[in-house]
């Protein structure tokens, strides 16, 4: 198996921060209802009795609609996070020469992005990203925006992922250039939740049952034992952890590659 190293997902704290303020409004609004059903059987009825009904339930209204707006947020976020973590189990299960490092924040020269999965390895990087729309996608690489149909309808549009994936692959390319790394780059736009994805293109993949087979398909070793180390570290794992196991490999299918770490 891969060794995978987990970068924190702002994602998660943003989901976990949502459902925090919805269960705070939800338990402000228990706590109003009660107070009003309380109001409404000791207090007799008077104009200030009814001044009181009707703020109260102007204000639960009010309530309502900022715990709706909070979860359907909260639900977009869970959407996004449950689909990495798919791509990201999916991923694990690539031979043990690779290194996979999720959510890695990158940039080069004020361009900044944050790559889903970037996966290291004797035969290069690949960038990962991660798409989990629903329904059926439909666009081409040169399209500003993609159009997503669900329930045979059109639903909404999204950003051409492919162009993210690409200005993600041109910061890597920046990145390593400045620390005089010379390692192969590639990219794959992934969506695991969708039910077509009509792209004719073969860095959209859909469904993540293909992913490891088609990242695997440029298993031939470009880079050597040293350079490798030094991606490593570039991007924020502890070479260390996995320094023996890529060691092993190249002893076993590369010998004349290896270097010392330095």
């Not at 690539?94 to 959510?103: D, G, M, S």
């Not at 002893?251 to 290896?258: A, G, S």
């Amino acid at each position: 198996m891969a060794y995978v190293f987990h970068n924190r997902n702002e994602n998660e704290d943003k989901y976990n921060d949502l459902m925090n303020q919805a269960n705070k409004v939800r338990n402000v609004g228990i706590g109003m209802i009660i107070e009003l059903i309380a109001f409404s059987i000791f207090v007799p009825v008077s104009k200030l009795w009814l001044f009181v009904e009707g703020i109260s339930i102007v204000v639960m209204i009010y309530l309502m609609y900022k715990h709706g707006n909070l979860m359907s947020e909260a639900n977009i976020l869970e959407s996004g996070v449950s689909g990495e973590n798919e791509v990201f189990d999916t991923l694990k299960y690539l031979p043990e020469e690779y290194v996979v490092a999720t959510n890695v924040p990158i940039s080069c020269n004020g361009n900044r992005s944050e790559v889903d999965a970037l996966v290291m390895s004797p035969y290069g990087m690949y960038v990962v990203e991660v798409k989990n729309h629903k329904g059926v996608i439909e666009g081409d690489v040169g399209d500003r925006v993609w159009k997503q149909y669900k329930n045979n309808g059109f639903d909404k549009t999204m950003r051409n992922p492919i162009r993210q994936m690409h200005n993600q692959k041109r910061i890597l390319f920046g990145i390593n250039k400045s620390k005089r790394l010379s390692v192969p780059i590639n990219g794959l736009v992934v969506f695991p939740s969708a039910l077509e994805v009509n792209v004719e293109m073969n860095e959209v993949l859909n469904g993540v049952e293909k992913l490891n087979s088609i990242v695997m398909k440029k298993n031939r070793v470009r880079v050597n034992f040293d350079e490798l180390c030094r991606v490593i570290k570039a991007y924020g794992i502890d070479v260390r952890e996995v320094s023996q196991m890529i060691h092993d490999f190249y002893r076993t299918n590369c010998p004349e590659l290896l270097e010392c770490i330095g």
